[in-house]
T-cell receptor
């Protein structure tokens, strides 16, 4: 699976959009981009995933560049409860079980 | 639905003792996983299972054994605990369907301390 690079930490004011970048320049054509988050001491939580097109769900939006070498997770109106570590992961779209590799992620701090 | 349930949530062991962590899921998922997370680090895959009766090694399997006798349960065993196994252990499960296979559902974690 391709390696990802994320900033170590970011801050965001409550109510503003949080834009979390991820670089995955070695991504292959059959690899999805996944985003998870981990709120303090809890198990990671799936947020969203995509292959080529931008995706949106009730939690967030995922913007993938046309060359697929980077992506941005957008939390449109960040709240204090969004303070967490956010993991960007790429994995092969098919085959065996999802042996997701979690790096150290981006620690997002949402402030008043 | 309870989702993914781990027991126990906390445990303190002495070096050399053995124990088993139990993971149970009620979503009829084929895939199940055990991860460990050490302070300041990401999650590392210990073992995983692609179905009842099957298991495979992950990134850091040494010192652990697993069993998947029933589809809904995935057990992680420590035969002779060592201080290096002090960690938070997370179990997860996922769908068989390719389009959702990367959507893992995690338990709340089991905090293990080995003295």
């Amino acid at each position: 699976d391709a390696k990802t690079t994320q900033p170590t930490s970011m801050d965001c004011a409550e109510g503003r959009a949080a834009n979390l970048p991820c670089n995955h320049s070695t991504i292959s054509g059959n690899e999805y981009v996944y985003w998870y988050r981990q709120i303090h001491s809890q198990g990671p939580q799936y947020i969203i995933h995509g292959l080529k097109n931008n995706e949106t769900n009730e939690m967030a939006s995922l913007i993938i560049t046309e060359d697929r070498k980077s992506s941005t997770l957008i939390l449109p109106h960040a709240t204090l409860r969004d303070t967490a570590v956010y993991y960007c992961i790429v994995r092969v779209a098919f085959g065996t079980a999802s042996k997701l590799t979690f790096g150290t992620g981006t620690r997002l701090q949402v402030t008043l | 639905n309870a989702g993914v349930t781990q027991t126990p949530k906390f445990r303190v062991l002495k070096t050399g003792q053995s124990m088993t962590l139990l993971c149970a899921q009620d979503m009829n998922h084929e895939y199940m996983y055990w991860y460990r997370q050490d302070p300041g680090m990401g999650l590392r895959l210990i073992h995983y299972s692609v179905g009842e009766g099957t298991t495979a090694k992950g990134e850091v399997p040494d010192g652990y054994n697993v069993s998947r006798l029933k589809k809904q349960n995935f057990l992680l065993g420590l035969e002779s605990a060592a201080p290096s196994q002090t960690s938070v252990y997370f179990c997860a499960s996922s769908y068989l369907r390719v389009s959702r296979a990367g959507e893992l559902f995690f338990g709340e974690g089991s905090r293990l301390t080995v003295l």
